[in-house]
């Protein structure tokens, strides 16, 4: 079935060890998006990609970083990992074409959650 | 900021209709009511979303009132399955069509019992 896959689901990493999380789709979506979410808390949306373009949340720290290669894949650099950064990581993509014929409807992975140690 | 109010928790018998209210009293013309949920430890699901009109598909219905000032999802028949956080969430319709960010807010913990 065509999905959006993240590996790994569980990531354990240390205080200030570099952390990269990957997010896959088969659905040939041309945006894909990287959320945030704390325990007991709603997803909140780090920044996503419009094609090749990036476009930041104005409240994400510097310390998350986003690469997009291809249309496939796209990654979340984690620089500095702190305690406060444990939580889960979702991965969604959307068809957004910028037309009436667009359905922008996000179809999210299974997340990835992360604890630092 | 979420732009809408929903109960903190809410339950259900199985087999029963959920029905999920939404308030977006400050809802504006150009901008639609999704409906997303989220089972525990699994990424946000897609339910249905609308702009003014009722609509329907195989996992629920959507009732908008007529000022568009709130809805109300409807589960028609609950399974246990069905428990899960539903986030209503008002998205803003851009210029050429495409459609804002999605901003989730606290959302409604359905609890559905045998």
């Known amino acids: 079935d065509a999905m959006v896959i993240q590996n790994p689901r569980y990531q354990v990493t240390q205080f200030g060890k570099p952390v990269t999380l990957s997010c896959s789709q088969t659905l040939n979506h041309n945006v894909m998006y990287w959320y945030q979410q704390k325990s007991s808390q709603a997803p909140k949306l780090l920044f996503h990609y419009y094609d090749k373009d990036f476009n930041n949340e104005a409240d994400t720290p510097d310390n998350f970083q986003s690469r997009r290669p291809n249309t496939s894949f796209c990654f979340l650099d984690i620089r500095s990992p702190g305690l406060g950064d444990a939580a889960m990581y979702l991965c969604?993509?959307?068809?957004?074409?910028?037309?009436?014929?667009?359905?922008?409807?996000?179809?999210f992975g299974p997340g990835t959650r992360l604890t630092v140690l | 900021d979420a732009k809408t109010t929903q109960p903190t928790s809410m339950d259900c018998a199985e087999g029963r209709a959920a029905n999920l209210p939404c308030n977006h009293s400050?809802?504006?013309?150009?901008?639609?009511v999704y409906w997303y949920r989220q089972i525990h430890s699994q990424g946000p699901q897609y339910i249905i979303h609308g702009l003014k009109n009722n609509e329907t598909n195989e996992m629920a219905s959507l009732i908008i009132t007529e000022d568009r000032k709130s809805s109300t999802l409807i589960l028609p028949h609950a399974t246990l399955r069905d428990t899960a956080v539903y986030y209503c969430i008002v998205r803003l319709r851009l210029p050429g069509g495409s459609q804002g960010n999605l901003i989730f807010g606290k959302g409604t913990k359905l609890s559905v019992k045998p």
């Open positions: 969604a993509t959307s068809r957004t074409t910028g037309t009436s014929a667009s359905t922008d409807t996000q179809y």
């Open positions: 400050t809802i504006s013309g150009n901008e639609y």
